[in-house]
């Protein structure tokens, strides 16, 4: 499949461990956020989403945090597996602008066994 | 649900020639969109669609055209292929009213030689 992002920022992590990617995102106007995973040859898969009045939203292994005050996001893996092994996105949501989603440029996890 | 669909899944043209991307989805969501990704870089918004007869540009719109003659369909055209329109191209819906959950269709990679 297509090797997308090979100059990514990359995180290598120990399977089991935890993983936390983190994001910055630019809008302060922004009103929801979504992590989204990419496997190799794929499209984006959604994984997570949070609205802007919220702080933490935890989901199945993962939990999104989210810093209005510095406007940063963090999804945290919980126990990480090989299957987690993608690139990560995340998006911002700006209702104000028609609903456009604007993507961060990812991060390449990548996990040893 | 086929959920979106892509065609073709790969593609080679010569510079100056034109051909058009197919998308479709069976979900009946309003909005569908087209982004374009390229190595080291998110995902980057070409044009998009709230609507069935309404189409709109994103960041990125300079040599393709869209149309949007149905809810389900979102061909994407390109009118004089340059390389620098070497990428993968992803097509994405969603409905409205609120949920902004994206489903990204697998994906066309265009290489322009």
């Known amino acids: 499949g297509e090797s997308v992002g090979l100059h990514l920022p990359t995180l290598s992590v120990q399977e089991g461990d935890n993983s936390i990617i983190n994001c910055a995102y630019s809008n302060s106007a922004s009103d929801y956020f979504i992590w989204y995973k990419q496997e190799s040859g794929k499209g984006p898969q959604f994984i997570i989403d949070?609205?802007?009045?919220?702080d933490k939203r935890q989901g199945q292994r993962v939990t999104v945090l989210l810093n209005k005050t510095v406007k940063h996001l963090s999804l945290q893996i919980a126990a990480t597996q090989p299957g987690d092994s993608a690139v990560y996105f995340c998006?911002?949501?700006?209702?104000?602008?028609?609903?456009?989603?604007?993507f961060g440029g990812g991060t390449r996890v990548l996990v040893k066994p | 649900n086929a959920g979106v669909t892509q065609t073709p899944k790969f593609q080679v043209l010569k510079t100056g020639q034109s051909m058009t991307l197919q998308c479709a989805q069976d979900?009946?969501?309003?909005?569908m969109s087209w982004y374009r990704q390229d190595p080291g870089m998110g995902l980057r918004l070409i044009h998009y669609?709230?609507?069935?007869?309404?189409?709109d540009q994103g960041e990125v719109p300079n040599g393709y055209n869209v149309s949007r003659s149905t809810t389900e369909d979102f061909p994407l055209r390109l009118l004089s292929a340059a390389p620098s329109q070497t990428s993968v191209y992803f097509c994405?819906?969603?409905?409205?009213?609120?949920?902004?959950?994206?489903?990204f269709g697998p994906g066309t990679r265009l290489t322009v030689t």
């Open positions: 998006a911002e949501n700006n209702r104000a602008a028609g609903n456009k989603l604007t």
């Open positions: 994405a819906s969603r409905g409205t009213g609120g949920v902004y959950e994206q489903y």
């Open positions: 949070i609205r802007s009045n919220m």
């Open positions: 669609s709230v609507g069935a007869g309404i189409t």
């Open positions: 979900m009946n969501h309003e909005y």
